[in-house]
Each structure stands twice: as structure tokens, then as C-alpha cells.
């Protein structure tokens, strides 16, 4: 079920009816919650409810175990992320691998090859396998008690507004909001209608009117021989997926507000960055400190060496890219991301750049410059295609835009520059003060009024959101 679709909205009308009633008690606010997330999650294919359930079981009882049976928290560790692990392993990596063994075989001279099994990728299932295992992890290190109900549990665990695109809630933010009922304050309902009308906003306006462009040109067979076409075609997919991904996060926060709980900012502004340390601290937030606190630390504690963290950090970004899909273009995104972090660790380049005049805008221009040729690989078909487009980006040759493209692209470039018009406005702290002003709180429910206005009459053609399929 999309967030951008007539049956969500009926859905989240009913919900929101009958929750101010069944919040009140515990086992019919958890019940509720379950039940309703379940039925939101099985409205693309209900046979994968099992999978989110088998996943729950495996950690809630392995949470439980631990608790009961202390010297052997670690095998009941072991199974938990065997479990949730060998799910996510099947489900998206098992086809990909069994591609590049045949691959193998064949580069050795052996006339066989293993049968392709192509199995349907369940909807959001990077996101709550990484949710679930997460608890298991805080449980065993013990920074959480478990829950003993079940029902608490997978309240949690299928919460429906972040169920599928994140963000990643962990166990000790939210299990301690689901354990009392709060009365959500007019403040709190306006701050999440505000966040919703933002997020639908940003997917149906922006997002969903650049994916055509953007679809065309990747799935044309012949690469556009124009340097200006690929910068500008590839500047509105920064903006599409910043505007898709964040979209989806701000309408999430937005309904838990509504709900009365609070999940944490999953992005902020990061095409202000002025580091790449600094634009992982902004860039789905709640992934990275996922990776984090779960792959890079447990890493670089076994010995503390620049070249550990050199290598810690090379393999954490590897596994991100990994994450993000089952294919060496997303692998190689992941892995260019991991030598501009060495760079930058190696040179300080930042810290030097933002001396010179203007260094903090220079340092952003080249932050933005060097994520955009990395975000040629994440949406590229193939590693091919995406070393034809940056070859095209940087053959000044090719200077021009067709004329043939201008009209399809230049309302679309007009709607960029404005984003990044806002974003380096953005980038001067003092300029939050003018959204704190009087005037601007007085003409803010007009700016909201045209939002939606805007979702409703200007909005591009429907799509699923693009983090569904990882």
C-alpha cells in the first residue's frame, strides 16, 4: 500500500477514527498497532506477512533466551543473525550469486552452469531485518531489557509507518514509547501534518515529476551525446531520490506524531555537506548510525590502527552498498564513497579548502560534484552504462544540449536550482531565525495550503517509492 495512493488514505482515515479509542489500553493499543500494520504491509502480497513474523519470532524468543539462559547469550545471538541474515540471503542475494558463480564457471572453461532461482523480493525487508536484529544486538550487549509480550514486540517491529522505507527505529527509542498512552497535543498534530504535507510534497511534486526525465534517459539504448544533458539529468536524480527517500521519512515522523511517538530526523540537508564524513552524518541518518554502531566500531575496537580504520570503513561502505541491492554497479556506489572518505581522512582536504575565501561553499560544490558521479552508479542499468554517462559528463566536446531536449528538461532544471537556491540558504544557521519569526509562523498555514494544493493539481505520475526495492 503507497503512502501516495487513494487506498492509503482511506486506510490512515480509518485508523486515525478508531485509534484515540483503542490507544487507552496496552493490549489494544500493541493489538491494534499490529494488526493494522499487518494488514498494511499484506496489502502487496499477504504470503509475506509470514516472513516479518517468522523474522519477529526468531529475535523475540532469542531476546527472551538470553534473559533466561545468560551463559549462552552468544549462540542465541548467533541465531538470530544467522536467521534474519539467511532470510535477507535468499530473498535478494541468493539469484545475484548464483549469477556470478555461473559467471566463474564459465571464465575457467567449464561447459555448466547452476539453474537461476529468481524469487520475488518482499517489500521493505532490508529495512525490518535490520530493525529486528538491532534488538537482539542492544539485548545482548545489554543496553535493552526485553519485552515479554509479544504483542509489544511486534508493535514495534511492524509499526506500519516505517515499515517498509524506514526509518530504522531502534528497540530502546521506541519499545519505551509503546509501553504508556500519550495524548498527542494541536502543537504536535500541526508539526506532523506539517512533516506529511512536506514529505507528499516532496514525492509527488518533485520526485515523481523528474522520474519520467530520468527514466528516459537511463532507458534509452543510445547515451544522449551531451556533456550539459547527463549534468543536468543526473542533478535531477540527487534531487528525485533526496526528495523520494526523505519524502517517504517526513510523511512516516509526520503520522507518528499523530500516533504520539516520535521517531528520529533521517536526513538533514545533506547536499549542504562541506565533508563526506559530514554528508554520512546527514544521508539517511538512521542506516548509518545503524552501520555504525553495528559493523564499523565492532570493526575498529579489535585493533585501534589508521589502517584498521581505513579497512573497517572500506568494508562497512562495501556492505552498504551491498544493502542497497544485489548488483556491482550499487557495490562499486558503496565502494566510491569508502575511497573519498580515505581521501578526505588521508588529505584533510576539507579543513583546508574552508580557509580559502568562499572554502565552505567550495568545499559543498565539491562534495555535491564527487556524490553525483557516485550516484551515476547507484541508478545506472549496468557498470557499462554508468561509465558511458560519466565519460559523457566529462567530454567537453560535447558541450551542448539538443535542442530536441531542452523542452523536456528545462522546467525540471528551473525546479533544481531552486532546491539548491534553498539549500545554500540554508547552509547560514542564522537564516533558521527567520523561520521562528512571527511573520513567517503567520503566512506558514498559506504555504502548507498551497503544499497541498500543489500534491494535488501539479503532481507527477504515480510510483512506489524508490527505497522499496532494497
Known amino acids: 500500500m503507497l503512502f501516495n495512493s487513494v487506498e492509503f488514505l482511506l486506510f490512515g482515515a480509518l485508523f486515525f477514527a478508531l485509534w484515540p479509542v483503542l490507544r487507552k489500553w496496552d493490549s489494544s493499543r500493541w493489538g491494534y498497532l499490529v494488526a493494522a500494520s499487518f494488514f498494511f504491509y499484506g496489502w502487496w502480497d499477504w504470503r509475506f506477512i509470514f516472513l516479518i513474523i517468522g523474522s519477529g519470532l526468531i529475535d523475540y524468543f532469542a531476546a527472551l533466551a538470553m534473559l533466561k539462559h545468560p551463559k549462552h547469550r552468544k549462540t542465541f545471538l548467533v541465531l538470530s543473525v544467522v536467521g534474519n541474515l539467511g532470510s535477507l540471503a535468499v530473498f535478494k542475494y541468493l539469484t545475484f550469486l548464483l549469477i556470478n558463480i555461473n559467471s566463474g564457471i564459465h571464465m575457467i ?6 539453474p537461476i532461482v529468481k524469487l520475488t523480493l518482499p517489500i521493505g525487508i532490508s529495512f525490518y531485518t535490520f530493525q529486528s536484529m538491532s534488538y537482539t544486538i542492544d539485548v545482548y550487549k545489554n543496553k535493552l531489557t526485553p519485552t515479554n509480550n509479544i504483542l509489544h ?11 517498509v522505507a524506514g526509518p530504522i527505529v531502534r528497540a530502546a527509542d521506541l519499545l519505551p514509547q509503546l509501553k504508556s498512552y500519550r495524548k498527542v497535543s494541536e ?9 506529511i504535507v512536506h514529505g507528499y510534497f516532496k514525492k509527488v511534486v518533485i520526485a515523481d515529476n523528474f522520474a519520467p526525465v530520468i527514466n528516459a534517459a537511463f532507458d534509452d539504448k543510445i547515451l544522449e551525446p551531451s556533456m550539459f544533458f547527463w549534468w543536468i539529468i543526473v542533478t535531477m536524480f540527487a534531487f528525485q531520490i533526496y526528495c523520494d527517500f526523505s519524502g517517504y521519512s517526513d510523511i512516516a515522523r509526520g503520522l507518528a506524531k499523530w500516533m504520539g511517538y516520535e521517531f528520529n530526523l533521517n536526513f538533514n540537508h545533506p547536499y549542504t555537506s562541506t565533508s563526506f564524513a559530514d554528508f554520512w552524518r546527514r544521508w539517511h541518518i538512521s542506516l548509518s548510525s545503524w552501520f555504525a554502531d553495528y559493523v564499523y566500531h565492532p570493526l575498529l575496537r579489535r585493533k585501534m590502527t589508521q589502517w584498521n580504520a581505513h579497512k573497517s570503513m572500506w ?13 556491482w554497479h550499487f557495490v562499486i556506489w558503496g565502494l566510491l564513497h569508502a575511497f573519498y572518505i580515505s581521501v578526505e581522512q588521508v588529505t584533510r582536504w ?4 574552508k580557509k580559502l575565501p568562499g572554502g565552505r561553499y567550495l568545499a559543498a560544490l565539491i562534495v555535491v560534484i564527487l556524490v553525483w558521479i557516485a550516484w551515476v552508479f547507484f541508478r545506472a542499468k549496468n557498470l557499462g552504462q554508468a561509465v558511458g554517462i560519466i565519460g559523457m559528463m566529462f567530454d567537453f566536446s560535447k558541450f551542448y544540449l539538443n535542442p530536441n531536449t531542452i523542452y523536456s528538461v528545462f522546467v525540471f532544471l528551473l525546479i533544481a536550482l531552486v532546491i539548491l537556491r534553498e539549500i545554500f540558504f540554508l547552509m547560514k544557521a542564522d537564516n533558521w531565525k527567520f523561520f521562528q519569526s512571527k511573520f513567517y509562523l503567520s503566512i506558514e498555514p498559506i504555504i502548507i495550503t498551497l503544499m497541498i494544493a500543489a500534491c494535488i493539481f501539479i503532481r507527477g505520475p504515480g510510483s512506489a517509492f524508490i527505497y522499496f526495492q532494497f
Do not use: C, N
Not at 157 to 162: G, H, V
Not at 187 to 195: A, T
Not at 315 to 327: D, Q
Open 315 to 327: 568494508i562497512t561502505m562495501f556492505l552498504s552498498g551491498l544493502w542497497h541491492g544485489a548488483a
Open 187 to 195: 502543537y504536535e498534530r500541526w508539526e506532523g501534518l506539517k512533516l
Open 350 to 353: 576539507p579543513k583546508k579548502v
Open 153 to 163: 514486540f511486534f508493535a514495534y517491529l511492524s509499526m506500519f509507518p516505517q515499515l
Open 109 to 114: 572453461g567449464l561447459d555448466m552452469s547452476l
